[in-house]
């Protein structure tokens, strides 16, 4: 097999912010690296599992969500990303756990207002508290590339994402994609909305009435397309910043969020020890939850230590999250 070296199996270490969804990436061939001309193929997938968590990839054009951010470079510098092309952490791209490969976001850090739309080509992360793994250059260029991770709103941009799957497809023109990649952010994002997972298979049930906690991916060898036609569409081409006003946010660690009022207050005694817990009511498409949530937390390895002690409890489906101020009234600039 000239031209491929050895599966690395990525164990040890960061496992879970780095994740095993990266374990089954490649080295390129020596004909082809990061940044030649290439379209990786459209790729939704199956549901999977991955240490007792459900995911189900899925187009969703509404999707929208508040959480961490945390990037990814040299160690898969050069290796294949879930959807066959060639990682390269000089160049704007991003994981995502569940959207179309590939997908176009806007990515606002809540920490300093800059904003930057990204193309997701990968999966990933699986950790609980990390909602999308940017490329270093990504990181570098929203601002928190030294700090490792930042306060973040994601949103799927619909006609660019759709005009990316097509032509992934063969189905239109690469030049329109590149043009709209291009494009500056002209606003952040304005109101946070809460992301609710579809069930498990009854094996692999959460006890909570949803659950979106994270952990890596088995997934097949991927067999790569033919290479595109002098068409370079990996990942923006001189992407620009936008710095937009935000609003102010903090960090929480949400145990869990159920249907009857009563199941949220057991739980909510049950962990009043750990931190200042509250009960929060939302409407999610129709439906009234009651979310349990302790906090705030001044810092993200804070928050990590927390969402540690809450997991020890059994509360498998506890992660991290970021609410923004004013998120109720959707009103927070920014968040």
């Known amino acids: 097999m000239t031209g491929l070296a050895t599966i690395l199996v990525m164990l040890a270490g960061c496992a879970e912010t780095q994740l095993a969804v990266h374990s089954v990436k490649r080295i390129g061939s020596q004909n082809q690296t990061a940044t030649s001309p290439q379209i990786g193929a459209y790729k939704i997938g199956k549901p999977y599992e991955i240490a007792g968590q459900w995911y189900y990839p899925a187009a969703d054009y509404e999707y929208r969500e508040t959480g961490i951010a945390s990037w990814y470079g040299p160690k898969f510098h050069g290796k294949y990303t879930a959807n066959g092309e060639i990682f390269d952490q000089n160049e704007v791209s991003a994981a995502h756990r569940t959207l179309p490969l590939p997908s176009i976001v806007r990515v606002t850090n809540l920490e300093n207002g800059r904003s930057l739309k990204v193309r997701i080509n990968d999966r990933g992360p699986f950790a609980r508290s990390r909602i999308i793994d940017m490329s270093r250059k990504a990181a570098q260029l929203l601002g928190f590339e030294q700090k490792g991770t930042a306060k973040v709103v994601v949103e799927v941009l619909e006609a660019e994402s759709q005009q990316a799957a097509l032509i992934a497809q063969g189905k239109a023109s690469s030049s329109m994609a590149t043009a709209a990649e291009k494009e500056t952010v002209t606003a952040a994002p304005r109101a946070s909305v809460e992301t609710v997972s579809l069930d498990a298979p009854p094996s692999a049930k959460s006890p909570n009435d949803f659950d979106d906690s994270p952990t890596p991916v088995k997934r097949s060898k991927f067999q790569q397309a033919p290479p595109a036609d002098n068409v370079a569409v990996t990942a923006q081409a001189n992407p620009e910043v936008n710095v937009s006003a935000i609003a102010p ?58 969402l540690d002690r809450v997991l020890a409890t059994g509360q498998t489906g506890a992660r991290v999250i970021v609410e923004c101020a004013g998120a109720g009234e959707r009103s927070a600039a920014g968040c």
């Open 249 to 306: 946010s903090a960090i929480y660690v949400q145990a869990g969020a159920f249907s009857v009022y009563d199941n949220a207050l057991n739980l909510r005694n049950r962990l009043y020890n750990l931190a200042p817990t509250k009960i929060e009511q939302i409407d999610v498409k129709g439906t009234t939850f009651y979310r349990v949530r302790l906090g705030p937390m001044a810092t993200v390895p804070e928050a990590d230590v927390l």
